[in-house]
């Protein structure tokens, strides 16, 4: 097997150490790449590509619509290679190949997106009060980026990094996660092939504890751009302050999706399961604290359970699957660790709550779609992120509740209320405090709105103008057009 290389400075590479990684296909756990395993020194060599880049190039001077038009060549190029994408997308995470080819249309988009947007904000003239000045606001690039991208989203989240980031004028180092890098590869073989000139975009692969590391505190990098936990946002927040780096995070959530008695039932039940069960929980976003008006409650569970008992797990290769693994082992312990201590606490599995006993499911990280009822606020299943395929479900008895109910959590990434009064959905939505929020639907996303998370969900926005705008300094420009001596001293 060939081993799949890192992008520095314009040149394919393997690891300074040799050290490489096997890539494996959550499902079965075959191999199905090699990949080099770079580290701090790797992505020093990459951080000083990046800064020579910036400092020396001529990218962040070339005009916006000339990097936009990049960025456009950049989109149609995915839109090209699309297919191959999502296969790879697939095998690296196991989500179905259909959910993998809605991504990489989402993907395109967001590359079509910024390519647009580039040119749009030329800066501003401000109504100087100083006679005989002219005022105005430039936007700049910020100088040399640090990307950090997790397994669950990995090309859309590097895509909503790396877009904005190209269209600023900025140099950049990504580092995907360690253990879906396949699709990141591909992308920066697409952005060669753009044309992006040597040493712009750099790709280091390897953990988060050594190139991850050198990335949040090498002094040449000024900023940091980071999707992932909460524990490693805070570390990497710290780490940052060394040279006190611009920084951008998106973290988990535990999202509330409030169900009142007066919503569609048969809608909200199926969303409500769309919201969780889509990549297995695996979502920063899923609706996983489903939150249910007290006078329709036992028939809304008995309604879930039906349609989650159904749910069709396999590989993400077969058009019957709905729901493939998780990620990994590790992980798989993790999700089977948080549903036995919320048992522990008191809450009742109503289906789901193991590994399922399917001979073909066993070499794969697979858990059953599950339903815990009977939860409360205080339970660690409904305050901790679980990330795997888990509804909790509590009761509310008024409005003042619901809301009280959903905003009871350290995260504050998204939600979802469903009514049909839109009186009452406007004055949750106006309480909810979250970075998006749904009304009567669920987990939607699209480029031209931004993206983040209230409270410890994060710090800044990804995709719309904000997404833009983390990786621009704005500059006033001050010009005295009458230059005289004051005569103070
Ligand atoms: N808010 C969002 O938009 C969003 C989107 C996707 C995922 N997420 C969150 O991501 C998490 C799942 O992803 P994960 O398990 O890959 O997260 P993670 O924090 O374990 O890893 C994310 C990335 O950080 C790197 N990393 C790990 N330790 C590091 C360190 N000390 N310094 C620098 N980098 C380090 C990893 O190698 C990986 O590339 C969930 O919490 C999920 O909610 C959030
Ligand atoms: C941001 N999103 C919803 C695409 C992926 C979250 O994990």
């Not at 249910?292 to 039906?306: G, K, R, T, W």
């Not at 905003?407 to 970075?435: F, H, P, Q």
């Amino acid at each position: 097997m060939d081993v799949k290389k890192q992008y520095i400075n314009g040149k394919w590479v393997l690891a300074l150490s040799g050290e490489t990684r096997e890539i494996i296909n959550p499902f079965d756990q075959e191999v199905v790449a090699l990949v080099a395993e770079g580290n701090e020194k790797d992505a020093k060599l990459a951080i000083d590509a990046a800064r020579n880049a910036f400092d020396q190039g001529d990218w962040a001077t070339t005009s916006a619509t000339e990097r936009g038009n990049l960025v456009g060549v950049i989109a149609a190029l995915i839109e090209r290679d699309k297919e191959e994408l999502a296969e790879l997308e697939s095998l690296d995470t196991g989500k179905t190949v259909e959910e993998s080819r809605g991504d990489m249309e989402d993907i395109a988009g967001v590359f079509r997106y910024y390519a647009e947007l580039a040119d749009k904000d030329g800066g501003e003239i401000i109504d100087s009060p100083v006679p005989d000045t002219i005022s105005k606001v430039v936007k700049e690039p910020v100088g040399v980026c640090g990307q950090i991208t997790p397994w669950n989203y990995p090309l859309l989240q590097a895509s909503w990094k790396l877009a904005p980031a190209l269209a600023a004028g900025n140099t950049l180092i990504m580092k995907p996660s360690e253990i879906t890098p396949l699709t990141t590869i591909k992308v920066f073989e697409l952005m060669e092939e753009a044309g992006l000139p040597k040493g712009v975009a750099n790709l280091v692969l390897g953990t988060g504890a050594t190139v991850g590391e050198e990335l949040s505190t090498n002094e040449n990098v000024d900023l940091i751009s980071f999707t992932g936990g909460i524990e490693t946002g805070k570390r990497i927040m710290r780490s940052a302050s060394s040279n006190v780096k611009k920084l951008a995070l998106e973290l988990g959530g535990k999202n509330p999706n409030i169900i009142f008695a007066d919503a569609d039932f048969d809608t909200a039940v199926d969303q409500a399961m769309n919201a969780v069960f889509f990549h297995a929980g695996q979502i920063c976003s899923a609706g996983t604290r489903v939150i249910v008006e007290e006078s329709i409650h036992d028939a809304f569970v008995e309604a879930l359970v039906a349609r989650v008992k159904k749910i069709h797990l396999g590989s993400g290769f077969e058009e019957d699957t709905q729901m493939g693994p998780l990620i990994s082992q590790e992980h798989l312990d993790k999700v089977k660790a948080y549903v036995e201590d919320g048992v522990k606490e008191g809450a009742k599995v109503a289906v789901g709550g193991s590994r399922p006993t399917d001979p073909k499911l066993q070499n794969g990280f697979f858990y059953l779609p599950t339903v815990l009822t009977e939860c409360t606020t205080d339970m660690s299943v409904v305050q901790h992120e679980g990330f795997g395929p888990v509804i909790t479900v509590e009761r509310f008895r008024d409005e003042k509740e619901a809301i009280r109910l959903a905003n009871d959590s350290i995260y504050g990434l998204a939600g979802g209320v469903w009514t049909k009064d839109i009186t009452k959905a406007e004055r949750c939505v106006a309480k909810m405090r979250m970075g998006t929020v749904w009304i009567n639907d669920a987990n939607v996303y699209f480029p031209h709105a931004p993206w983040g998370g209230f409270k410890q969900s994060g710090i800044g926005r990804e995709l719309g103008k904000p997404g833009l705008e983390e990786y621009q300094e704005t500059k006033h420009v001050y010009h005295n057009i009458n230059p005289e001596p004051i005569n103070w001293f």
